[in-house]
């Protein structure tokens, strides 16, 4: 099956700070997408990270905030920008293959 | 939009019992549907992907069903055991590669 790496497993951050989150996946993916799921919620599109180009964010997602970037097919990452404690989630990659959505083991960001 | 609602909510069973989890959404218009499972503060791992052309997929003790035009799924995890505790989400993948989650049903299986 598809696999995918992601780094790091969890961090806590000062407030006004950055993390990039790095996302390597095997060949078999083909489109790469992040997602954030808030305490207690579900898991929402952030954007589709897309290879050579700009992300295509989702509603009340922006480009400044959430810069993502995808250099080749096998590497994303995701910058959380200028973070303040709203942003405390679990951000997770995922990738396309021929059988369904395969998913990162996610990242645990707090922020204090 | 699609609105994805998994029904119960949250689930407390002993071991050993057969289980019905549900999954309805608002647009049929999909092109398949996978059901995850997620433990606590983890990434999700697939269960089971079914195809809009298919009524149901099995894996296992797991068994999932489809009905596009009525727009259900319902996860049946046959004998349950401790170790299948966990939150298990469903999501419908819709044309354009979007997949929408609803919010899951936490699932605690006591020995």
């Known amino acids: 099956s598809a696999v995918i790496s992601q780094k790091p497993s969890r961090d806590i951050c000062q407030r006004g700070t950055s993390l990039t989150i790095q996302c390597q996946v095997d060949s078999q993916v083909t489109m790469m997408f992040w997602y954030r799921q808030q305490p207690g919620q579900s898991l929402t599109l952030i954007a589709t990270a897309n290879q050579g180009s700009e992300a295509t964010y989702e509603s009340g997602f922006v480009i400044d905030k959430f810069p993502i970037s995808r250099p080749n097919l096998t590497f994303s990452t995701l910058t959380v920008s200028n973070m303040s404690p709203e942003d405390s989630s679990i951000y997770l990659c995922?990738?396309?293959?021929?059988?369904?959505?395969?998913f990162g083991s996610g990242t645990r960001l707090t922020v204090v | 939009k699609q609105e994805v609602t998994q029904i119960p909510a949250a689930l407390s069973v002993p071991e050993g019992e057969n289980l019905v989890l549900n999954c309805s959404f608002t647009d049929s218009a999909i092109y398949n549907l996978q059901w995850f499972r997620q433990d606590p503060g983890k990434g999700l791992t697939s269960l089971l992907l079914i195809q809009s052309s298919q009524r149901e997929q099995t894996s296992g003790r797991l068994n999932a069903s489809l009905d596009k035009s009525s727009g259900r799924s319902t996860l049946y995890i046959a004998a349950s055991q401790p170790g299948d505790s966990a939150t298990y989400l469903c999501a419908p993948l819709e044309y354009g590669n979007k997949l929408v989650f609803g919010a899951g049903t936490i699932l605690r299986v006591k020995s």
């Open positions: 995922s990738g396309t293959w021929r059988r369904g959505y395969t």
